[in-house]
């Protein structure tokens, strides 16, 4: 018997989602393994990483306020983690057995893809006449901050670079490779993607955790389509045990050309 996702193992970005006007994206290495094992330990048991119930009931409450018709700034912010293959090697965790979560975002745009070396972003790419057998400029982890307004935002980092003594040389168990933020869009343009499309719709219904789909909507999936070791993961029975209820995620920094595209 296949069991319910538990909404206290996994991470509230995946689902329902973190509420959020800002948020931003933390890419690091590590740089002492023994160090950050200990550091996350103490982040995780400290409840720095917000679940998914965490998030439920924050847009409820959210929900609840906009229905009452006195709507009100929440201080909210959440934070999670997600790692690249190279940094779980550092962490000496057991493969997944994904060829493209293993061999990494590179090469799937490069040698799999229709983009060139030249069009990234050179943090995301090898520095040139770099060896091919040295994957040394690979980032490990990156911690997604997403907040209610910029200073709750930057409370959030700053817990994370407290935490893992991002800024003191003789203690840091992390190094610091690149960050990128965003915040919604004002005013009437508020919900809105650049194109002008609504965002944020059309997200997949989980069995299990989102309410069945109406007549006529599209069908509901299950949760091993997005979760790790459930129901619809063709992986579930070789999954490591440590990876269970995790996801996996892309992170892809896109150019759009606006005027371009309302020609």
């Not at 779980?88 to 994904?98: H, S, Y």
Request: proline share 7%; aromatic share 10%.
């Amino acid at each position: 018997m296949d069991l319910p996702v538990n909404k206290d193992n996994i991470q509230g970005g995946i689902w329902p989602r973190m509420p959020k006007e800002f948020e931003s994206y933390l890419f690091y290495k590590i740089t002492d393994a023994d160090r950050f094992r200990s550091d996350l330990k103490d982040f995780l048991y400290n409840g720095h990483i917000t679940t998914s119930a965490q998030c439920e009931a924050r847009l409820k409450e959210i929900h609840a306020m906009v229905a009452s018709g006195r709507p009100r700034k929440i201080k909210i912010s959440g934070i999670n983690v997600s790692f690249s293959q190279k940094g779980l090697q550092k962490l000496n965790k057991a493969q997944l057995r994904d060829a493209l979560f293993e061999y990494g975002m590179y090469h799937d745009l490069i040698f799999e893809g229709a983009d060139t070396h030249e069009g990234l972003l050179k943090e995301f790419k090898p520095p040139d006449e770099h060896p091919k057998d040295d994957d040394s400029w690979r980032i490990d982890l990156v911690f997604i901050v997403a907040a209610s307004d910029d200073k709750v935002l930057n409370d959030g980092i700053a817990e994370i670079e407290s935490n893992f003594s991002v800024r003191d040389v003789n203690k840091a168990s992390l190094e610091l490779v690149t960050e990128k933020h965003g915040n919604r869009r004002p005013g009437k343009l508020r919900g809105r993607e650049h194109f002008g499309f609504e965002d944020h719709i059309s997200q997949p219904q989980i069995k299990g955790l989102d309410p069945e789909p109406g007549l006529n909507e599209p069908g509901s999936w299950p949760p091993g389509y997005i979760f790790v070791g459930h129901e619809g993961d063709p992986r579930k029975e070789t999954t490591p045990p440590w990876s269970i209820e995790g996801s996996f995620l892309v992170f892809r920094l896109l150019d759009e050309k606006v005027p371009e595209f309302n020609k």
